[in-house]
């Protein structure tokens, strides 16, 4: 006999690996997640908000490079969605998202719940398609999954709720044979671009995420030129650590002065499958090389000498080959850049001592800008990552929770990065965690909640609390949206429409069943860091920081110190004319 719609869609998600389905159950996925329910080796999990849903699988997907797979009901299921698979397709992860529709004799009558599904994720998705007819199947399910594998993004799929229950014509599996190509540039611009290399005397390397499985060869190619390699966030999974003695951290608002200075001081920057995208922080006169699988990526930041379409591997390696051995490069640069790399490290440590504020430096800095001495965020940062294991998942909220995470935490060992970090949207540290930990219950997932992130989503702490899952959620309590708070005072602006009338979170946590710890005493920081990593289960740690932590950009100027004195000024004058609500 032969199977239904749904059948297949559930037989070929067990056949792709794909060992969980997040969603929201309704009306016309009723089919297929009754497919998923009695498919073995696939697990139904149910979010309390589709937006987890699409957080949860793209986690998946970049983590293991597998297929990530959600699902929405008619209308605003599908809907809701949307900014996580947004988040998929902006960190290039391929992610399979079905979603319910009318019935297909009601489609375009504006029937109840009817949304086009088509337009809707036409921007998002690489392939979108609606089944009008159980004979489109399988072909149509194996030409959304390659384009989702073989373009590394979102592949939407819309089933019409009289679809999913009907019978095939065929009874052929679905097959998703895909053998990924490995590219390499013309004999003649690796050439071109090892020329430019010979002839630079000042070479900096800026390192992407698209490097990461190249890693030695990068490493071999930075020892060659003795260039300092600068990371973008993405690549500090891969390139950071002791053992890499090329790295400088990253540049750009979250950087530091000495990979800010590594990038001004050089005659020549290597782009290895990188787009970062922020232009104001690329040096002009500068002659690059980039290395970048796609096309499109080359010269679109910064103008370019030699573009190399190719795979970062090969391509190194090509460039090794055809630069040979040859003579000892001055190690200059890179040196002063690792001094000065090593100074900041050391003044970062120093601040992110629980007990930095208790000596004479710090009681002068604290009176200014902690006088309700909160704890530090750095080092609540810091002690998270030295008490986190060597193979912890981290995840971050968009904002200051990055900010700490990207200076303090350290990606040694097999430790695994996620974030919004293209995209930039709020709220996605715990979903991104949650499908984290379904892929390893074993393994240890720690989530850098910032409080307006956490509570956009705070619904899905039960998801966390009914799947058991032993996610730590590490919550800088700041009362504020620290981001865009700094983003105003840099501009001259006084703080408006950031502040955040909070619970206490860990009450909260408490109240849905998971262990709620709250930290309000820096001398409290290392013990219940500790108790909360070593506890079972779900964890949620509360940590008050200081909402007026500043970090400082790499290359601060003039304008911005100027415009956070004025926003400083505004704040005090418009405090003494507000009336007195105690």
Not at 163 to 192: C, Q, Y
Request: hydrophobic content about 40%; some cysteine.
């Amino acid at each position: 006999m032969t199977r239904t719609v749904a059948r297949l869609i559930g037989d070929a998600l067990s056949q792709l690996g794909v060992r969980q389905v997040f969603g929201v159950v309704g009306d016309a996925l009723n089919p297929l997640t009754e497919a998923v329910r009695t498919t073995e080796d696939v697990e139904w999990v149910g979010c309390r908000h589709e937006e987890t849903a699409a957080f949860a699988a793209s986690a998946q997907s970049q983590l293991s490079g597998n297929l990530g797979v959600c699902m929405g009901t008619v209308g605003p299921g599908s809907i809701h969605l949307l900014n996580g698979l947004y988040d998929a397709a902006k960190s290039r992860t391929p992610v399979l998202a079905i979603a319910g529709q009318v019935p297909v004799t009601d489609m375009g009558s504006d029937y109840f719940q009817e949304v086009d599904n088509d337009a809707l994720f036409s921007d998002v998705a690489v392939f979108h398609a609606t089944i009008s007819s159980p004979d489109q199947l399988p072909q149509l399910l194996e030409t959304a999954v390659r384009n989702a594998l073989g373009h590394k993004g979102v592949a939407v799929l819309t089933v019409p709720g009289d679809i999913s229950d009907r019978r095939l014509s065929t009874d052929r599996k679905a097959r998703f044979s895909l053998s990924p190509g490995v590219t390499r540039p013309e004999e003649s611009a690796v050439r071109s671009a090892a020329g430019l290399l010979r002839r630079a005397e000042r070479v900096t390397l800026l390192v992407g995420q698209g490097a990461r499985a190249a890693r030695e060869d990068v490493l071999a190619l930075a020892d060659r030129l003795a260039a300092p390699m600068v990371l973008t966030l993405k690549a500090k999974e891969g390139f950071e650590g002791d053992n890499n003695p090329f790295q400088v951290g990253q540049t750009g608002l979250i950087g530091n002065p000495a990979a800010a200075s590594a990038m001004q001081d050089a005659d020549t920057l290597l782009l290895l499958g990188t787009d970062f995208p922020y232009r104001e922080w690329y040096p002009d006169g500068r002659t690059v090389i980039q290395v970048d699988t796609e096309a499109t990526h080359i010269g679109r930041r910064v103008p370019v000498e030699a573009g190399l379409v190719g795979d970062v591997g090969a391509t190194v390696r090509d460039l090794l080959r055809v630069l040979g051995s040859g003579e000892a490069r001055d190690r200059k640069h890179l040196d002063h850049a690792r001094e000065r790399f090593e100074s900041w490290r050391d003044g970062q440590a120093r601040l992110a001592d629980p007990k930095h504020d208790k000596g004479a430096v710090g009681r002068i800095r604290s009176a200014l800008d902690n006088p309700e001495d909160g704890v530090r965020p750095e080092a609540l940062a810091a002690t998270v990552d030295r008490v986190a294991a060597d193979n912890a998942v981290f995840t971050s909220d968009t904002g200051m929770a990055t900010v700490w995470l990207s200076r303090f935490v350290e990606m040694r060992g097999t430790r695994r990065l996620l974030g919004s970090y293209n995209l930039g949207s709020m709220a996605n540290a715990m979903p991104h965690a949650l499908g984290a930990q379904y892929l390893d219950r074993e393994r240890q997932v720690i989530a850098f909640c910032g409080d307006g992130g956490l509570s956009m989503l705070l619904g899905d702490l039960m998801t966390l609390k009914t799947g058991n899952l032993p996610v730590k959620l590490v919550v800088f309590d700041n009362r504020r949206l620290g981001m865009v708070k700094l983003e105003q005072e840099q501009a001259g602006l006084p703080e408006f429409g950031t502040l955040l009338d909070n619970p206490d979170f860990a009450a909260v946590a408490t109240a849905m069943g998971i262990t709620g710890i709250r930290v309000t005493d820096p001398a409290e920081l290392d013990e219940s860091v500790r108790r909360a990593l070593s506890t079972p289960g779900p964890v949620l740690l509360d940590v008050l920081t200081n909402p007026d932590e500043i970090a400082i950009p790499a290359e601060p100027t003039l304008a911005q110190g100027w415009g956070f004195a004025v926003a400083k000024v505004k704040e005090v004058v418009r405090s003494h004319r507000e009336p007195d609500s105690g």
